[in-house]
Every structure is written in structure tokens, then in C-alpha cells.
């Protein structure tokens, strides 16, 4: 089930633990062209919006088709926190995690709040990525919101996109949240031990 679960996640996330690009003659058809596009879109991380096929405000019971089951979860009061693992045997693998809650009042279905992803397959219309220096990340409008451990974490508030670096000043993770609120006012239910920054 576990396996299942992992191959579920490869293909939505095209995440893998060998990353191989396949070599092309250079030449598309017009099919080859739209496929491409296509695919990029399914990478491809909108502030406030998305990040490949997960979108903020989408109906979260459909995650576990498109994902399979989260390999952790962490949830309470109606909010939870669903992780899946890009290979739970490995020694740092990439994660997805996910926020949701009640959509209302009415406590009647869940739905996305915020995405996490550490995987460098995903990316920006800027090209911006998990692994590229903080310093290239000059169209945003950052705030250092919180730390936690050796992390700290810088928010666009407006644009609804915040990034987390380490020491080595590396982007490790990107998270998408609603565009207008701190990241910090949901995230920080999955450390506990964050320290916001005043």
C-alpha cells in the first residue's frame, strides 16, 4: 500500500528519488508542444494560488485521489496538517504538506489553506525554485516572520507566498497561502516550537 501510495505521489508530483532528464532532438510537433506545456503547468507554483495540481480552496477530500493516503497526519478541532513523503525509507525526503480545514461555519466539507513542498521540481513563472539563494528572490516583498530550529521564514503577505532558508541562506522549502494573511497565522500549528519574529 505504501509503494502504491509513493507511485501515486511520483506521478502527480513527479517526484522521484533518481531525477534523469530525457535527452530530445530538439524538433516538437505541435502534440509534443501542448504535452509540454501541460506538464509545466502541473510544476508550476502561482502565489496565493497553487502549487502544480493542489490549488488553495479546493475540496480536500479529493486529495487522496490524486495523492493517495498522507503518510503522517496531525489533526484537531477540524484543521489538519497531511503530509506524503516522496520515500519515507529515505534520509530527507521531499515533502507535501497540506492545511485544511472547514470551509465555514457550517463545518460541512475541508478544504486546502495552505501548501508546503521541498521538492525543486516545482517552480515559479520567475523560475524560482527549493534550492536557489535567498538573495535571487528580489521580486518579492519579504518579511522574516518566524525561526524555528535553524530556519527562518520570510512572508510576501500581499502576494501570499512566504520561503524558508536555512543558515546556508538555500531555500528549503516554498509555501503558498491565501494572499493578504501571514503565513505564520496557520503555519505555525506544524511547529509548535516557531518563534515569531516581532
Known amino acids: 500500500m505504501q509503494r502504491l501510495n509513493y507511485l501515486a505521489l511520483a506521478i502527480v508530483f513527479y517526484i522521484t528519488s533518481c531525477n534523469q532528464n530525457t535527452p530530445h532532438s530538439g524538433k516538437q510537433t505541435d502534440e509534443q508542444h501542448q504535452q509540454t506545456a501541460v506538464t509545466d503547468s502541473d510544476k508550476l507554483i502561482i502565489?496565493?494560488?497553487?502549487?502544480?495540481?493542489?490549488?488553495?480552496?479546493?475540496?480536500a477530500s479529493g486529495l487522496e485521489k490524486l495523492l493517495g493516503k498522507p503518510d503522517l497526519s496531525d489533526a484537531a478541532m477540524g484543521k489538519?496538517?497531511?503530509?506524503?513523503?516522496?520515500?519515507?525509507?529515505?534520509?530527507?525526503?521531499?515533502?507535501?504538506n497540506i492545511y485544511t480545514t472547514y470551509s465555514d461555519s457550517t463545518m460541512s466539507n475541508k478544504v486546502v489553506k495552505q501548501i508546503r513542498i521541498t521538492s525543486h521540481d516545482f517552480t515559479t513563472p520567475t523560475g524560482i525554485h527549493t534550492g536557489v539563494q535567498y538573495k535571487l528572490?528580489?521580486?518579492?516583498?519579504?518579511?522574516?516572520?518566524?525561526?524555528?530550529?535553524?530556519?527562518?521564514?520570510y512572508d510576501d503577505i500581499k502576494e501570499g507566498i512566504a520561503f524558508e532558508t536555512g543558515q546556508d541562506s538555500i531555500v528549503h522549502s516554498i509555501i503558498i497561502h491565501q494572499p493578504g494573511t501571514k503565513v505564520t497565522d496557520v503555519y505555525s500549528y506544524l511547529h509548535p516550537e516557531m518563534k515569531i519574529v516581532k
Open 137 to 153: 528572490l528580489t521580486t518579492y516583498s519579504l518579511q522574516k516572520l518566524a525561526t524555528y530550529q535553524d530556519i527562518a521564514v
Open 80 to 96: 489538519a496538517w497531511l503530509t506524503w513523503l516522496s520515500d519515507s525509507s529515505a534520509r530527507n525526503p521531499n515533502e507535501l
Open 47 to 59: 502565489p496565493g494560488k497553487k502549487i502544480g495540481k493542489i490549488t488553495l480552496g479546493m475540496d
